[in-house]
């Protein structure tokens, strides 16, 4: 029988999600996107014009992570119109920032895309976890509290009050305009600056947020162990892999466990390996250099399996 802290912890949780809300999982898609961002300068940017169109949209984040692709978003909304406007505001202005530096950005029409709605707790957490898994699992040398250019740092992470930041409405009016690349630069007294870029506890409710959670606990076992349910949200937002290889990898063993009674995927039979194979590149999005990795195929074997685009 569970504890009465346990349930009253889980009951405060769900008054949390009853009383705020509706939740919004505003993901553009990285599959059909051209690369948006590759150097710090470009990251800094993506983060700060997320922090301008979500308050001229009127929305409220809980999470954010910003790829080099495509950005997450896990936000509240009176109705889905207000996430496409914030979309459509991102993109106008991405738009015309990268005119101004002689880059032609073409985004696909599917960019504007329909938020996908969260209408649980559970599924609410689940995604929240999953925005801050992403830039960990496709750069090992990030944890999901190193990447400056998301939330996940604000979750159960450093102090805030350790992390350096000043206002905005402190800096001279030229450092305003180079961090927002903008003359319109009237911004809530609350917003900070941190690494260049407008810092993301400036517009992320993210003590709300942590309080989905009923702990430090239950927040990391979900970023740690639950990758088939983010395998899933993977597929669904047409993203690249998020699954990291040691969870692939046991994930292998698993399967060869259950599959032909081996210890190891290296000891399947070859068709067997091939299935596993097919297994991973679609149930979860891993690439050619992934599958090689855990299971030992050729190059060759896997390119002509799944062709490399050219």
């Not at 999600?17 to 993506?46: K, S, V």
């Not at 740690?224 to 993203?239: C, H, M, P, V």
């Not at 195929?297 to 896997?302: A, D, G, K, T, Y």
Request: hydrophobic share 35%; glycine share 4%; proline share 5%.
């Amino acid at each position: 029988m569970k504890n009465s802290s346990f349930i009253d912890k889980e009951s405060y949780c769900q008054f949390l999600f009853d009383q705020n809300g509706p939740y919004w999982h505003i993901a553009t898609p990285g599959n059909l996107t051209e690369i948006l961002f590759t150097t710090p300068e470009e990251y800094r940017f993506g983060l700060t014009l997320s922090a301008v169109c979500t308050l001229d949209a009127g929305i409220k984040v809980y999470a954010i992570q910003i790829m080099n692709n495509h950005l997450h978003l896990i936000a509240r909304a009176h109705s889905p119109k207000q996430c496409i406007e914030y979309l459509k505001l991102y993109s106008k202005r991405l738009k015309r920032w990268a005119a101004s530096r002689g880059k032609i950005l073409v985004l696909p029409d599917m960019f504007i895309c329909e938020p996908l709605p969260i209408d649980n707790l559970q599924l609410l957490r689940n995604n929240i976890v999953y925005t801050h898994r992403n830039r960990y699992v496709v750069d090992s040398s990030q944890t999901p509290f190193s990447s400056p250019w998301g939330s996940g740092v604000l979750y159960f992470g450093p102090d805030i009050d350790s992390l350096k930041s000043v206002k905005f409405n402190d800096l001279s009016y030229k450092d305003k305009r180079l961090i927002t690349c903008s003359r319109n630069i009237i911004l809530p007294d609350n917003y900070t600056v941190r690494n260049g870029c407008i810092s993301p506890e400036s517009f992320c409710d993210w003590q709300t947020g942590r309080a989905f959670y009923r702990s430090a606990h239950q927040y990391f076992n979900m970023l740690t162990k639950n990758f088939e349910a983010y395998a899933e949200f993977s597929n669904l937002l047409g993203d690249a892999a998020n699954i990291t290889d040691e969870e692939l990898y046991s994930y292998a063993i698993s399967y060869s466990k259950q599959v032909s009674n081996v210890s190891s995927p290296a000891l399947l039979p070859h068709d067997a390996k091939l299935d596993l194979a097919r297994k991973l590149h679609f149930d979860y999005h891993s690439n050619n250099s992934q599958i090689r990795r855990i299971l030992k195929i050729e190059p060759s074997v896997l390119e002509s399996m799944f062709p490399t685009p050219r």
